[in-house]
């Protein structure tokens, strides 16, 4: 992510997952946020077939309102001027740049959705996955080392 915003040309910078999609018109939503906010994000729906991603996704969103830490899935945009980077770790650096970005203000929540592929939840089981997630994060503000909960990610 810090290669693609080191050769990118434009003023505002989009991070979205390679199984994501952006909701139509979202250059000019990016755009239209950030003359207010520093960063930002969209909110999420998983695509699948499995009930509970709904709810899983409004969780995410609700959880991100409440919160202003973003996750990769919800298409974290930010100015360039106000980019100082991903942190380099293994896994949570989105919850790291959330956290960092929080001290310069505080995200615009975007409700237009960015679709994502609920592919992984489905093959890992959605509430297994919902349990990993959680313990994750715990983990990570607990104070584990990210190289450690990637290798749990992974597994």
């Given at each position: ?15 979205l997952?390679?199984?994501?999609f ?8 990016v ?10 994000r969209f ?23 409440l ?15 106000a ?5 380099p ?19 615009a ?12 939840w ?34």
């Amino acid at each position: 992510m810090n290669a693609g915003a080191s050769v990118a040309s434009g003023e505002a910078l989009v991070f979205l997952h390679a199984d994501s999609f952006l909701p139509r018109g979202a250059d000019e939503l990016v755009l239209r946020a950030l003359a207010s906010h520093a960063w930002g994000r969209f909110d999420v729906e998983i695509d699948g077939r499995h009930r509970l991603l709904k709810v899983v996704a409004w969780t995410m969103n609700a959880r991100s309102r409440l919160t202003g830490i973003a996750t990769g899935d919800q298409a974290i945009f930010v100015r360039r001027e106000a980019f100082s980077g991903f942190p380099p770790i293994a896994l949570m650096e989105d919850i790291a740049f959330s956290r960092a970005m929080k001290r310069i203000g505080a995200p615009a929540c975007l409700r237009a959705k960015v679709r994502t592929s609920g592919r992984r939840w489905e093959s890992r089981g959605v509430l297994r996955t919902i349990g990993l997630m959680w313990s994750l994060r715990l983990a990570y503000f607990m104070g584990a080392h990210p190289d450690k909960l990637a290798r749990r990610y992974e597994r």
